[in-house]
């Protein structure tokens, strides 16, 4: 099937959307060809026009936006979010989490599945859509959680081998090998097997070992200290749960996404297993990285305690330039957030009783711009792994390039923007950000999805930006194509 018939067909599935035009000019576009000074026209919701000559004129009542010393990128995609929709609207919701993500130029996002209470029955996933057609302004996908008893639920979501189903806005199956701040927990063998041997679709793992963090747990009992935390769910933990992961995904010949990597053991041991596009005769296996693990280290978290209090952990500097080593070698290929927002009355408990999870979205793009200013990587760099690879790795349809035929969801950024992260600038309901006082180099100034400006930063609007458009008014569930 051709893209032009998909994306037909979504035309069709979808109906009527909210879908803009508008023509961007003057700006250095990232196109998949490289940096390039241009316009860009999107048309009902889709990139219809690029040019690089500046010679595209505007149409009768166009939005017109003149993007001169500006950068265009394609919208940044998060593939792991925890928005806390249904059941805890303290921390947040698919509004308030969909505007934050606007405000740090992501348009679409995959939340997980650990809601209250966790969404593991295909209606869950139906009534969460739902609400999410209510309530985000950007594009949505959402995971399903497995349990030890619920692969009936899972095969009517994703399909069985042999026959994969894709339904719009869900994108796989969670699994949480490790305890962390949910009810969903897998870790006995037989049901492990059995979920990766009875389903199609795409299975996302929270790689630690259970066994060996109860065992640990002993080690740290009384202490008060965050450097325990990296102790206790050390990286031989992560380790373990990894290996585990592959070899079923190899026995069963299952699409394997490991989320979140944070040790340098790990990353070096995938180095001869992952592959973005799959090998024949290879079971298909990718994974990410965050960028907080790719900018703190044990150092931030002696000073920042347990705002940095986050499962796997932030672990050493050792490891910090070993996941930057695997990341630019391309054994990692994208970057997530794992934006997990707490109040800041929780966090004050301190350790052991704060919950772990740090919001992530507002600032994710920003802190990998930053990088770039620093000259760790390239702009290109940053856009392949925030939006490109993340669509490939999904099989997105119309996502994640600056190309004719896609979706209008682009980002505009100034990279001389320089900012510092004040917890009142935030837009997440918590209030509050792991990157306070820090200075990050690079910021959105507009952020565009299916052609309509939904959040901008500017004098006018100062650091914390304005959101344009309200709840429910713009966004699309995301169409994906299906893993066998």
């Known amino acids: 099937m051709t893209y032009a018939t998909l994306l037909d067909q979504r035309v069709r599935e979808e109906g009527e959307e909210m879908s803009g035009s508008i023509l961007v000019t003057g700006a250095s576009m990232v196109l998949p060809t490289g940096i390039a000074v241009g316009d860009l026209r999107i048309t009902d919701g889709v990139i219809s026009e690029i040019s690089t000559n500046g010679n595209l004129t505007p149409n009768d009542g166009e939005h017109v936006y003149d993007a001169a010393g500006l950068h265009l990128l394609p919208g940044i995609i998060d593939p792991q979010v925890h928005f806390r929709d249904p059941g805890q609207p303290e921390k947040e919701d698919l509004f308030t989490g ?17 809601n209250v209470p966790s969404q593991t029955t295909l209606q869950s996933m139906y009534d969460k859509l739902e609400t999410a057609a209510n309530k985000c302004v950007t594009n949505y996908g959402f995971f399903i959680g497995a349990t030890e008893s619920n692969v009936e639920e899972l095969r009517k979501a994703v399909g069985v081998p042999g026959a994969p189903i894709a339904i719009p806005g869900i994108c796989g199956i969670k699994i949480f090998m490790g305890s962390s701040t949910g009810d969903l927990l897998v870790n006995e063998s037989n049901a492990l097997k059995t979920i990766f041997d009875n389903t199609a679709g795409l299975i996302a793992v929270h790689a630690e070992d259970e066994t060996r963090m109860i065992e640990r747990a002993k080690m740290i009992e009384g202490r008060t200290d965050m450097a325990a935390h990296a102790e206790w769910r050390d990286d031989e933990t992560a380790l373990i749960a990894t290996k585990r992961a592959v070899k079923l995904a190899q026995e069963s010949g299952h699409r394997l996404h490991v989320l979140h990597l944070t040790s340098g053991i790990e990353a070096d041991w995938l180095a001869d297993v992952t592959s973005l596009h799959g090998e024949e005769g290879k079971a298909h296996v990718t994974t990410e990285v965050l960028p907080q693990h790719l900018t703190f280290d044990e150092t931030d978290v002696e000073v920042l305690g347990t705002r940095l209090k986050m499962n796997p952990p932030i672990r050493y500097k050792k490891d910090k330039e070993t996941l930057w080593e695997r990341l630019l070698d391309g054994t990692i290929a994208c970057i997530a957030t794992d934006h997990a927002p ?130 429910g008014e713009v966004g699309k569930p995301l169409v994906m194509l299906p893993w066998d």
């Open 98 to 114: 969909s505007r934050a993500a606007a405000s740090g130029g992501v348009t679409s996002f995959l939340d997980m599945p650990n």
């Open 342 to 471: 707490h109040t800041m009355e929780n966090k004050m408990k301190g350790f052991p009783a704060a919950h772990s999870g740090m919001p992530g979205v507002e600032t994710s793009l920003s802190a990998m711009l930053t990088h770039v200013s620093e000259g760790k990587c390239t702009l290109e760099q940053v856009v392949k792994w925030m939006s490109t690879d993340v669509a490939e790795c999904y099989q997105m349809i119309g996502k994640g390039k600056l190309e004719e035929g896609y979706d209008g969801d682009i980002v505009l950024v100034d990279m001389n923007k320089k900012i510092e992260v004040e917890d009142q600038n935030t837009w997440t309901t918590v209030k509050w950000s792991p990157f306070i006082g820090r200075t990050l180099v690079g910021w959105p100034v507009l952020t565009v999805v299916d052609g309509v400006p939904v959040f901008e930063r500017s004098d006018e609007t100062g650091p914390k930006g304005k959101c344009l458009v309200n709840a």
